[in-house]
T-cell receptor, first 110, second 114 residues
Framework: LAKTTQPISMDSYEGQEVNITCSHNNIATNDYITWYQQFPSQGPRFIIQGYKTKVTNEVASLFIPADRKSSTLSLPRVSLSDTAVYYCLVGNSGNTPLVFGKGTRLSVIA | DGGITQSPKYLFRKEGQNVTLSCEQNLNHDAMYWYRQDPGQGLRLIYYSQIVNDFQKGDIAEGYSVSREKKESFPLTVTSAQKNPTAFYLC?????????????FGPGTRLTVL
């Protein structure tokens, strides 16, 4: 499994765009990059997944450079409700367990 | 509504007692998982099951047991052999019909040993 490295914590003011970068130097050719969001005392929630270039959905955007050794989760105009822990995962598994690191704790300040 | 339910949300146990955490899903998912989360930490895998009547140990299976008699249900028993059971327990499920690394999580059960 490819190891991922992401910042332990980040702070942001409401209304700003937040970019969280994840490093995954050993990503395999058939690996995908997946991000989960976890609010306190809740289970993680899938937010976005990509393989290359850019993926956008109603929640976030995911930017993946050509070498795929890193990726950036972009949250537009964050609000207080975006305060959560964000996990970056790299893999290609179907029904197999996920490996979670400590994630990035995002705190949004009014 | 389709989803995963866990019960109870909060559970208190005296030392030396076994306790069973419930996990049910109506998503028709083949695979189910149990993770444990300690404060400020990521999730650690306890057990998982890819098919009914079969399951595999995860990284921290000691002191826990599971069963998978039905596709919809994957209960976790925390036994008295688990030395430090106070934690937040999360159940998840997945299907190979969706993208890789895509799991659906329940709301969690917070277990406290008194």
């Amino acid at each position: 499994l490819a190891k991922t490295t992401q910042p332990i914590s980040m702070d942001s003011y409401e209304g700003q765009e937040v970019n969280i970068t994840c490093s995954h130097n050993n990503i395999a050719t058939n690996d995908y990059i997946t991000w989960y969001q976890q609010f306190p005392s809740q289970g993680p929630r899938f937010i976005i997944q990509g393989y290359k270039t850019k993926v956008t959905n109603e929640v976030a955007s995911l930017f993946i450079p050509a070498d795929r050794k890193s990726s950036t989760l972009s949250l537009p105009r964050v609000s207080l409700s975006d305060t959560a822990v964000y996990y970056c995962l790299v893999g290609n598994s179907g029904n197999t367990p996920l490996v979670f690191g400590k994630g990035t704790r995002l705190s949004v300040i009014a | 509504d389709g989803g995963i339910t866990q019960s109870p949300k909060y559970l208190f146990r005296k030392e030396g007692q076994n306790v069973t955490l419930s996990c049910e899903q109506n998503l028709n998912h083949d695979a189910m998982y149990w993770y444990r989360q300690d404060p400020g930490q990521g999730l650690r895998l306890i057990y998982y099951s890819q098919i009914v009547n079969d399951f595999q140990k995860g990284d921290i299976a000691e002191g826990y047991s599971v069963s998978r008699e039905k596709k919809e249900s994957f209960p976790l028993t925390v036994t008295s052999a688990q030395k430090n059971p106070t934690a937040f327990y999360l159940c998840a499920s997945s299907t190979s019909r969706e993208g890789p690394d895509t799991q659906y999580f329940g709301p969690g059960t917070r277990l406290t040993v008194l």
